[in-house]
């Protein structure tokens, strides 16, 4: 009898010590600190477990209990993962798919291939992958847009997107943004413009351009519909600039737009042809299209940098006025030596 209590006694230690071992494992503190984990689409297991490594107080014990939970199946995305958390916590986390979305933001890309490269900053794919996407001839043919236009329908506001989240779907997000900003509201005040979307887009464009200061955005829109009204050439340096970059290579720095500048040849010079540009020259903030929607009345047709006042303008109604003020800033650039 005490060889069978003595038996019975030292099963017992080894059972309690075994569920000590494995509760040990599963429920102690494991995350050393919160951390965003990344999980590609090709991952493996295998892979994600040996990320985890470096992420956590006993890296073998997290292993043991993946295996005990049959965790193989990778979900892919990114998972914040709370400091203390422990494995049976964390593996439950990874096997369930349950990927906390990111914050996806843009505003101020020039070109749309710079766009699909903020963007594969921001999530899996990469900008390869996503610039096919956003310029996809099928969708922007069926969408009502062209290859030069494609940077429209891209509204600079934040998305919240999973991680790996695929480019087609990123892309019916932003058109989705794209539809809802166009109220009716806003569609007839552009038809009262007698402007298209995208035309308004285009002037948004270079008023953004023209000016950071928001203040003053409704009264440059305001000159540019004016114009616009008497066919009267836009006449804006942005847009020339915009041209050389095409002609010489969007790397090309220009500081100070010249007389010979005005001469290129291009459907984006304003000097050139009374016709609003085909497509925005980069993408405008919500602020400067609101601003072309809700441009000042007023009789102003020139406007020109006020050198007194870096970042605002003066504003003229007469040729003569506005020659006046082009003379002093072109003095105040030889000044500050900007000859190109």
Known sequence: MKKIFLGLALLGVLLTGTTYYFYTIIYSNQVKKEVKLFIRTDNSAADVLQQLDSLVLNPSALKKVASLKKYTRVKPGMYVLKKGMN?????????????????????NQNYIEDLAGRLAQQIEADSISILNSLTDVDFLEKEGFTSKTALHYCMPYTYDCYWNIHPDQLRSKLLKAYRRFWSPKKLQ????????????????????????HKPERKKVAGVYLNRIKKRIPLQADPTVIYALKEKYGRDTIVKRVLRKDLRIV???????????????????????????????????????????????????????????????????????????
């Open 189 to 212: 005040k552009a038809q009262e413009l007698h402007l298209t979307t995208d035309q308004i887009i285009a002037v948004a464009a270079i008023v953004h351009k023209e000016t950071q």
């Open 87 to 107: 494995a049976n916590t964390l593996v439950n986390l990874l096997r369930s798919g349950h990927q906390t979305p990111v914050k996806v933001s843009f505003n």
């Open 266 to 340: 291009s459907p984006y010079n304003t000097y050139q042809t009374a016709n609003i540009p085909p497509s925005a020259i980069a993408m405008p903030d919500v602020d400067a299209i609101e601003a072309v929607l809700n441009a000042e009345h007023h009789a102003y047709y020139y406007f020109c940098a006020n050198p007194k006042k870096i970042g605002t303008h003066n504003f003229a109604k007469t040729l003569r006025q506005h020659n006046n003020n082009a003379k002093n800033y072109q003095r105040w650039l030889n000044k500050q030596h900007i000859h190109r």
